[in-house]
């Protein structure tokens, strides 16, 4: 079970804009930065978004939000090859250690 | 530019032994503390252990207490991970971190069978 709460899936059509949710706590999201994650098949996680930013050579099609213990990951204009699993993680205060969520797999109808 | 090379994955039996090396550059390694992440086929992100930038403090998720044991050399820019007592469910792909920056190596396939 995992300390961060995310859908398990999410969907949408080729140039449509999706949304996914990450639910925490105080002592992890509430108080740290929130990394956003996408995961194709075979490959490492590779990083999206921290701290509502994106690192260089990531598309501004991605972008992340936070508000009080929650945060979202959006993607606009959504492209075939954004099909993957995304996770969100953050530090947790209270363990002492980066915490994650479940993963949303996103299909691209 | 920051890499992280992991390496020394394989099959070993239920009971055996084996040790992860992380190869890390493109950085100050002595800086910044690392971590252990795996991932069982086909599920999520589970976290394993963590070390600081000089070794003196390390944490472990419960599941693997007192079997794993991690470690790091700064000399050679090399972090560790020794798995020992080893249990058909910690199969997985293990990949070393540098949480901070979002960094990851990609990662090494530890098959606990017989």
């Known amino acids: 079970q995992s300390v961060l709460t995310q859908p398990p899936s999410a969907s949408g059509t080729p140039g449509q804009r999706v949304t996914m949710s990450c639910s925490g706590s105080s002592s992890n999201i509430g108080s740290n930065y929130v990394y956003w994650y996408q995961q194709l098949p075979g490959t490492a996680p590779k990083l999206l978004i921290r701290?509502?930013q994106r690192p260089s050579g990531v598309p501004d099609r991605f972008s992340g939000s936070k508000s009080g213990t929650s945060a979202s990951l959006a993607i606009s204009g959504l492209r075939s090859e954004d099909e993957a699993d995304y996770y969100c993680?953050?530090?947790?205060?209270?363990?002492?250690?980066?915490?994650f969520g479940g993963g949303t797999k996103l299909t691209v109808l | 530019e920051v890499q992280l090379v992991e390496s020394g994955g394989g099959l070993v039996q239920p009971g055996g032994s084996l040790r992860l090396s992380c190869s890390a550059s493109g950085f100050i390694f002595s800086s910044y503390e690392m971590h252990w992440v795996r991932q069982a086929p086909g599920k999520g992100l589970e976290y394993v252990s963590a070390?600081?930038?000089?070794?003196?403090?390390?944490y472990y998720a419960d599941s693997v207490k007192g079997r794993f044991t991690i470690s790091r050399d700064n000399s050679k820019n090399t972090l560790y991970l020794q798995m020992s007592s080893l249990r058909a469910e910690d199969t997985a792909v293990y990949y070393c971190v540098k949480f901070d920056s979002g960094f990851w190596g990609q990662g090494t396939l530890v098959t606990v069978s017989s």
């Open positions: 701290n509502n």
């Open positions: 993680a953050a530090w947790d205060d209270s363990l002492s250690a980066p915490v």
């Open positions: 070390i600081s930038g000089n070794g003196g403090s390390t």
